[in-house]
């Protein structure tokens, strides 16, 4: 991401190196895992949720050559059985079911042979709710598309990972208990019923948990805010640390958050979202 980059973009790198020795005062050196979240691949957005192809294949690379990649539900269920493993293993994530995840993310992982989970709000593949990430102000990139179902069903059936993202999108520590319940179960219902396999994990929208309940009676994972590592040590399986990946992250920031280093700019996110 060079030839496109923006001011705005160096500004960010330069940050995120100003604080890069603080941040790493907090490495985790325990083997955990990490949850990797990604939302569109390649749609020339140049916003930091929008991946650059070539970037996401260097670093799906990387992880393959370097860390142990497993699937999300083999990691979590790993996480809850208590064993711990031997050394830090990676899960790759994706939210909201944007269709670059088939043109573009899909052929990338399948040819490297990484498995992926992906994260679906149900009203925005069935095109009554709109996308989560919406087209940039100044109209660059391409129009955030959903997902079809014949995409979904044939990446699944090639060992696709599939799970609910409630069906609009809401934050769920804002909204009801009622509507938290009608909208777990409502996803869960329409994944089920369009791909025919059971559903067992849940990404809450914008990475904020909130009526945990209402989602355990659908789920028994819930994939939650964001930081560094899993660790068998705490393991909570409706609070499952995610780890965001960034497009300004390039690859060298890429690689310390994978040695545990998780940047400061992520708690600065966090903060101005109020949580």
Not at 3 to 18: C, E, H, M, N
Not at 66 to 79: A, H, K, S
Not at 152 to 157: K, P
Request: net charge positive; aromatic share 8%.
């Amino acid at each position: 991401m060079t030839a496109g980059a923006t001011p705005r973009f160096w500004i960010k790198k330069a940050v995120k190196l100003a604080l890069l020795a603080p941040a790493s005062v907090g490495r985790v050196r325990e083997p955990g895992l990490y949850v990797l979240i990604y939302h569109r691949v390649g749609a020339g957005m140049g916003r930091e949720m929008d991946m650059p192809e070539d970037l996401f294949r260097a670093q799906m690379a990387y992880i393959r050559r370097r860390m142990e990649v497993v699937t999300l539900q083999t990691g979590l269920d790993g996480m809850r059985s208590g064993s711990r493993p031997g050394r830090d293993q990676v899960a790759v994530t994706f939210d909201d079911g944007y269709g670059e995840v088939y043109t573009h993310a899909w052929p990338i992982l399948s040819s490297l042979g990484v498995p992926a989970t992906v994260f679906v709000s149900t009203g925005f593949v069935e095109g009554l709710c709109s996308a989560p990430i919406r087209a940039d102000a100044l109209g660059t990139g391409a129009d955030p598309e959903p997902l079809t179902w014949s995409q979904l069903g044939e990446m699944t059936a090639s060992g696709l990972d599939i799970g609910s993202h409630s069906h609009s999108h809401p934050r769920f520590d804002r909204i009801s208990r009622e509507e938290a319940a009608r909208e777990a179960s409502m996803s869960k219902e329409i994944i089920e019923s369009s791909l025919g396999r059971p559903v067992r994990m849940f990404a809450y929208p914008s990475a904020v948990p909130g009526n945990e309940d209402a989602v355990a009676e659908n789920y028994e994972y819930a994939v939650a805010r964001v930081g560094s590592k899993n660790l068998v040590r705490g393991f909570h399986p409706l609070r499952v640390v995610r780890t965001p990946v960034r497009a300004s992250d390039g690859m060298f920031f890429f690689r310390r958050r994978l040695e545990g280093i998780r940047p400061l700019e992520d708690r600065l996110y966090m903060t101005l979202r109020g949580e």
